[in-house]
């Protein structure tokens, strides 16, 4: 029967293999290329096992042997804080169960899985970064800021910030990111002064470290000198040291009398777009004006800074007019600039007139020390001639001799020592300025001429305390004495008039009438303004206030406050043609068509004479 | 071989000798043959093919075909009965198998794939004396040949020490032509005969023995069939009665 089993054929042979499990790829997003990863913050930990082709049947992760997380799957995702974990080094484990895809009938049958792990190093450091200050300097090509290199890990950018207003230390501008980590300076080219602040932060290990504010200031280009120079005004200023300068302009605006008008409305006399330009004359000035000026600095993009405004006198302005009294031979320096603040201005005097009250010697010093001119002040006008005066100083008056005869004073004579007093009066006039006293002088502001001289009658005991001014340019001056009628056209006294010593009040012009009304309580004079004729002098109660002229009814009425009534008089007479009781207190209001209007306390009476 | 083998030729043997010793029979000769066949089988070749690189695909990565339907030895009866002159009638039983094997054995298990192919046989034809000189002769031979095949596909998987195993059984029926040429001594009424011979045959799909419409096809969905289409190179020994 052997023979017969060779007969029927029976399959033979074998092949044995040794089949070998294919590794699976096991990552972790951090880095997969080195076993040592540096962590800080939060982060998020993506771990995967893959083997191509073969399903992988569950992962894990773990940290310092304790399980993160585990997905029946081939990956996962997870949030960690990593500080929780202590700083230093950490073991993070990822491990896998994963069919071994070896070829093997177990594998084919699909039960053959092998555990595969793959193992890191966490280096976790949650060091915060420091900031120290940086340093700032202004350069031509702008304010650079240095910060020390930021050496140690996980850098992620420098931010520089610009914080515009010292005064607003929370305000600040990010101005610039830089994210080499080398590069430890940036210079701001857009620094337009005249301060500003610095400040950068570290970014690094998902923590932001702010430096302190460094401010730099650098002083605003501002000029220094405003000089008159002959019939000009040298200007100097400072340098620009902005890269971003753009062009120097030079604002002036004039001063009249004194005024400070803002330099805001100035006009522009002048503009350099080369920083090194700091001079310029100004030549352009008008006579007897003073004017103020001021450099404004701007940037290219428009940005301005203003320098501070710069006082000039104008040239031929006239010196305030000041009294000064000394002991008669005493010789005393008056110090022309102390009035003003501004010491660094320069007083440059084209003329000086000098009104002599008394026997005087006028010296006038450019320097306060040495005398240019001395000479007895019988002339009453000082000129200096524009083109060889130098600055002036200081002005020296020196009396020599005491009262005379002719003068007129009210009280004690100061020149003796006494402090008393000097009657001193003006009256302003459309830009004339007349001086009371022994001599009377109008000035045209403008060109600085004398354009009237009178001498006041001999007053007697009492001084010039009123005045009236007509439509027609007539003015009437009144003492206690005498009434007196001017011509503002030569400005010459053309009549006077004697007046009751004890009828002292107000003097109104009524031009309808051309009557001069002098009004006091107790009595009404009225004269004819053309020739000072006594037109009506009549007593009236002294009680009587509020007197007014209504110049339609002719009457003149006011309150009688003793009688509890208001009373009307007729302007001529005197006649006394209205009385009705009023409440004390009432207010009146005069002339309404020839009416009188009463109001007291919510009711009004109206009286028709 | 099975018992059941053995016996049926045992008892076509006995057949044989009875129809040659029967009433009227005159100059019948019985043969029995040994003979070594090479088979065609081409759409078994590529089957197996194919199931290789199935099961590679299926994770047996390492699976191999270690035994492809190789030549093997087969065994004939015959019968012969003169007809005139130099022709006789010839009738034959013959058994024949081969085989093949996919297998992969590692740490972890095995695989094997086994496929026993046999065959019956019976064919009638005439035999031809074209040259005889003395006890030497030259014979040829025609048959018309009708095939029974029967393919037992085993699959064992085992893994560690558990196994699975499933036995299917697949047969077809095919006819062929087979010519062949001998060369015979006769000794008396003993002659041994060697003998070559090309079968021609067609090869229809296996189907499962319980059920004909159940037939097999390969992965590539290409009809498998025994196609025995070959030579045989036999020895015989014949007994004229």
């Keep these: 029967m052997a023979g017969c089993s060779d007969l029927v054929y029976e399959p033979s042979g074998e092949n044995p293999v040794d089949p070998t499990a294919v590794a699976p790829d096991l990552t972790l997003n951090l880095n997969d290329t080195r076993d040592t990863i540096r962590v800080w913050g939060s982060l998020q930990l993506v771990y995967e096992a893959t083997n191509i082709g073969y399903p992988v049947l569950a992962t894990r992760l773990l940290i310092d042997g304790q399980v993160i997380q585990e997905t029946g799957g081939a990956g996962g995702a997870v949030m960690v804080d990593t500080r929780q974990f202590s700083t230093g080094s950490h073991s993070i484990q990822l491990q896998a169960l994963v069919r071994s895809g070896s070829g093997s009938v177990a594998d084919a049958v699909g039960i053959e899985v092998i555990p595969a792990q793959r193992q890191w190093t966490l280096v976790v450091d949650n060091r915060v970064p420091v900031a120290v200050a940086p340093t700032v300097q202004v350069t031509a090509a702008g304010a650079v800021v240095s910060w020390p290199a930021y050496r140690t890990f996980a850098f992620q950018g420098y931010d520089l910030y610009r914080h515009p207003d010292p005064l607003q230390p929370n305000q600040r501008v990010l101005v610039a990111t830089i994210t080499d980590p080398n590069r430890t300076s940036w210079t701001d080219t857009m620094f337009f002064g005249p301060a500003v602040g610095y400040s950068y932060a570290i970014r690094a290990a998902d923590k932001t470290a702010t430096s302190n504010r460094v401010d730099v200031s650098v002083p605003t280009p501002d000029l220094i000198e405003a000089t008159p120079v002959g019939r000009g005004v040298r200007l100097r200023w400072t340098r620009s040291p902005f890269a971003r300068f753009g062009r120097y302009r030079l604002l002036r605006v004039s001063a009249l009398n004194g005024e400070s008008p803002s330099i805001y409305d100035g006009r522009t006399i002048a503009a350099f777009s080369s920083a090194d330009s700091t001079t310029y004359t100004d030549t352009t000035q008008a006579f007897g004006v003073s004017y103020r000026y001021q450099l404004v600095i701007e940037a290219t993009d428009g940005a301005t800074l203003y320098g501070a405004t710069r006082p000039t006198f104008a040239l031929g302005q006239r010196i305030p007019s000041f009294r000064y009294s000394a002991p008669v031979g005493s010789q005393q320096a008056v110090n022309l600039l102390s009035a003003s603040s501004d010491t660094t201005s320069r007083l440059n005097l084209q003329s000086l007139t000098v009104e002599r009250t008394y026997p005087a010697f006028v010296s006038v010093s450019p320097d306060g020390n040495r005398a240019a001119t001395v000479a007895p002040i019988t002339a009453q006008t000082v000129l200096v001639d524009p083109n060889t005066f130098a600055p002036l100083k200081q002005l020296s008056l020196r009396t020599t001799l005491g009262l005379q005869p002719d003068s007129w004073y009210q009280g004690a004579p100061p020149f003796l020592g006494n402090e008393g007093p000097l009657v001193y009066n003006e009256l302003q006039f459309s830009g004339v300025t007349v001086y009371f006293g022994r001599k009377v002088a109008a000035f045209d502001p403008v060109t600085d001429r004398t354009i009237a001289t009178m001498t006041t009658p001999p007053p007697g005991e009492s001084s010039v305390s009123v005045q009236a001014i007509s439509s027609s340019g007539r003015f009437a001056i009144i003492n206690r004495a005498y009434l007196y009628r001017i011509d503002a056209s030569g400005f010459r006294m053309v009549q006077a008039a004697p007046v009751p010593v004890d009828n002292w009040g107000m003097l109104q012009f009524l031009p309808t009438d051309d009557l001069l009304l002098r009004l006091n309580p107790n009595r009404l004079t009225v004269f004819r303004s053309e020739d000072l004729t006594l037109v009506s002098d009549v007593a009236l109660p002294a009680t009587l206030r509020e007197l007014h002229y209504d110049p339609i009814s002719g009457l003149v009425g006011g309150v009688n406050e003793a009688a509890g009534r208001f009373e009307a008089y007729r302007l001529q007479s005197g006649e006394q043609v209205l009385s009705v009781p009023v409440a004390v207190g009432s207010n009146v209001i005069y002339r309404l068509a020839g009416s009188v209007l009463l109001s007291n306390q919510g009711w009004a009476l109206r009286l028709t004479p | ?241």
């Design chain 2, 1 to 241: 071989m099975s018992i059941r083998t053995t016996l049926t030729l045992a008892l076509a043997g006995i057949g044989c000798i009875l129809m040659a010793s029967a009433p009227g029979a005159a100059q019948t000769t019985v043969r029995i043959r040994g003979s070594f066949n090479r088979y065609s089988l081409r759409a078994l070749h590529v089957a197996q093919q194919r199931t290789e690189a199935d099961a590679q695909t299926a994770g047996f990565r390492y699976a191999k075909a270690v035994d492809t339907f190789p030549d093997h030895t087969g065994v004939q009866i015959e019968a012969l009965v003169p007809l005139s002159g130099a022709v006789s009638l010839i009738g034959s039983i013959g058994y024949g198998s081969t085989g093949g094997r996919i297998h992969q054995l590692d740490y972890s298990g095995e695989l094997r794939l086994d496929q026993r192919l046999s065959h019956w046989s019976g064919s009638t034809g005439i035999e031809a004396v074209p040259l005889k000189q003395g006890p030497h002769s030259i014979r040829l031979t025609l048959s018309l040949v009708a095939l029974a095949t029967s393919m037992k596909d085993e699959s064992l998987i085992r893994v560690l020490d558990e196994s699975h195993q499933e036995t299917t059984k697949l047969i077809s029926s095919d006819a062929g032509i087979e010519v062949g040429a001998a060369y015979q001594i006769s000794v008396g009424p003993v002659s041994l005969n060697a003998r070559g011979a090309l079968l021609a045959a067609t090869g229809r799909p296996l189907h499962l023995s319980d059920n004909d419409k159940a037939q097999l096809y390969d992965s590539g969905g290409d009809p498998v069939g025994a196609n025995w289409s070959g030579s045989r190179l036999s020895i015989g020994m014949g007994y004229t009665f």
